[in-house]
């Protein structure tokens, strides 16, 4: 009993830290709203107020968003915390922050299931909980964490039913995560599927599964395959979007090649070695392994730099050391256990490398965290289990600086120097140029924008300059090349403004600015915080 209620305290520290470094100036940290932040937070106050998207729609269960359509789920837990706090930033991201908690504690619940060893699954939840992959996602208005809550959750349950006799509770729990989980975040259909049906496949051919257990593996992928039949065309519609298969530089390096060939090469081989299958592929595989490079995981962080940050990468340095020691005990101690964990380690990167967009991507891959946590948890337990005693006494004082100063580090790099380096990501100069409209836009008839600055309506709307009732009027008015909210006009044209009326106010991107200071007179920009400028204000 002493020894559980230590386990336990050392639970509930591990979810105040965290509690803590999840929501510590959530309202600026990061710092600047992002266009899919702001997007999600004028849906749920329009909801809110009217039981209506920003499209008119009614209790919706997508939102068009800004380029494709998203779940509106996130909007509608958005809601009461609006209507607590009111329409911040703090106050959009706070849903993110706690279900990142919750999900430490489902990791925990998750590890201790699976190996029923209350130290690893205490370390793997602490390693969760100071996770700077993790909690960058867990700070921001994002679908994928509660994706990922949901997609822990589904493990737990699919454990239970396939280790024990069939539970109604447990099915009925299984069923619901793996829908809400495809239904929230697109990436969750291929992980989720790939997984399950890689299980019941690999359990055919596997003699030491009796019948039993490979009955339960492909009852459990015909639930996954129904939940995702039923969120499918989402999906469909995204990959439309952005999917590998739109990407023309493969097609573009068939045709280098092939000219280049002509001649010298039969037609036959021409055609045999340069074709889309070959070019696709090896496209494809560009970009999946991509996900498991070190400068990716420990270094850089991806390509998607609004999670991102500076001087750090997704993992700690010291993780490097620990995850090959934990894929060797896994090898070692839990055979059984090492072709699951090997294979959501295999299909994680997938739906990032079906994409074109943010190569290697920290949103997309996001999954592949729960074995690389896991392998971190089993490397100190193995290096716990085997050194000596005498070192083992120098190695925990050690092991305990690393890990703090490791800390320590990230929160120095994500409190003081992300907000100065890493806002260009993250579409604060929209709130800076609009902070600046605000103040002169009465001196104006019209205010213009160009190249394609459609979702800068949303900061406008924070300004109280566009009202809900306004945007609800003209609906997916955005995705047209010229439209206009009451005095405010969007073109997309590139660095082009056309039918400047007298006394505008134009907005542009700086990049813009020579081009246009020609034509006409600046008056301003909107800068970054690390002055960078980010808008130019002219007038005619």
Not at 96 to 107: H, R
Not at 303 to 328: C, D, K, Q, S
Request: hydrophobic residues 50%.
């Amino acid at each position: 009993m002493k020894q559980q209620r230590i386990y336990n305290i050392f639970l509930l520290l591990i979810l105040l830290i965290a509690f803590l470094l999840r929501t510590t100036n959530l309202g600026s940290i990061p710092k600047g709203l992002q266009s899919d932040e702001a997007s999600f937070l004028i849906n749920s106050t329009s909801i809110m107020e009217t039981s209506k998207d920003e499209d008119g729609k009614f209790l919706p269960l997508y939102l068009n968003s800004l380029i494709d359509s998203k779940p509106a789920l996130y909007s509608y837990l958005q809601i009461p915390f609006i209507k607590m706090f009111g329409v911040t930033t703090s106050a959009s991201r706070l849903p993110s922050a706690l279900i990142g908690v919750l999900s430490v504690y489902l990791f925990y619940s998750l590890v201790l299931l699976v190996f029923n060893n209350k130290r690893i699954a205490l370390v793997g939840a602490l390693m969760l909980a100071v996770s700077p992959w993790h909690i960058m996602n867990s700070r921001a208005t994002q679908e994928v964490i509660l994706s990922f809550a949901l997609i822990i959750a589904n493990f737990i349950a699919g454990h239970t039913l396939f280790y024990n006799k069939f539970s109604k509770k447990y099915f009925v729990l299984f069923f619901a995560t793996a829908l809400l989980a495809m239904y929230t975040y697109h990436a969750a259909k291929v992980v989720l599927v790939l997984f399950y049906f890689g299980l019941a496949f690999l359990a055919l051919f596997d003699k030491t599964k009796t019948k039993l257990e490979k009955k339960s593996l492909l009852k459990l992928s015909a639930v996954i395959f129904i939940s995702f039949l039923i969120t499918a065309q989402a999906a469909l519609t995204r990959f439309s979007a952005i999917g590998l298969l739109n990407d023309d530089l493969p097609k573009a390096l068939i045709f280098d090649y092939s000219t280049n060939s002509t001649g010298s090469t039969p037609l036959l081989a021409i055609r045999a070695f340069y074709n889309k299958p070959i070019m696709y592929f090896k496209y494809f595989l560009e970009t999946y392994l991509a996900h498991f490079d070190l400068n990716y995981l420990f270094t850089t962080g991806g390509a998607t730099r609004r999670f991102n940050v500076p001087f750090h990468g997704l993992l700690y340095m010291f993780e490097l050391v620990l995850i090959p020691l934990g894929l060797f005990s896994l090898i070692k101690k839990y055979p059984k256990l090492l072709v699951p964990g090997l294979l959501l380690l295999l299909v994680s990167p997938i739906p990032a490398a079906l994409t074109t967009e943010e190569i290697p991507s920290s949103i997309r891959a996001f999954t592949i965290l729960i074995p690389l946590t896991i392998a971190t948890a089993l490397g100190f337990e193995w290096l716990l289990d085997n050194l000596n005693k005498k070192v083992k006494y120098f190695f925990i004082p050690v092991a305990f600086i690393i890990l703090t100063w490791s800390v320590a580090f990230f929160v120095q790099q994500l409190f003081i120097i992300m907000p100065i380096k890493n806002t260009i990501y993250r579409s604060r100069s929209y709130e800076v140029v609009s902070e600046k409209i605000a103040q002169i836009q009465d001196q104006y008839e019209t205010i213009q924008f160009t190249s394609d600055l459609r979702e800068m309506y949303i900061y406008l709307w924070q300004q109280n300059l566009i009202s809900i009732d306004e945007i609800q009027s003209n609906p997916l008015a955005r995705y047209n090349h010229n439209y206009n909210l009451g005095k405010y006009y969007f073109n997309q044209s590139n660095c082009e403004f056309t039918g400047v009326k007298s006394n505008s106010l134009l907005i542009a991107p700086y990049s813009c600015a020579v081009s246009l200071t020609k034509q006409y007179r600046e008056i301003g920009t909107a800068n970054f915080d690390d002055g960078t400028p980010g808008f130019i204000l002219l007038t005619n």
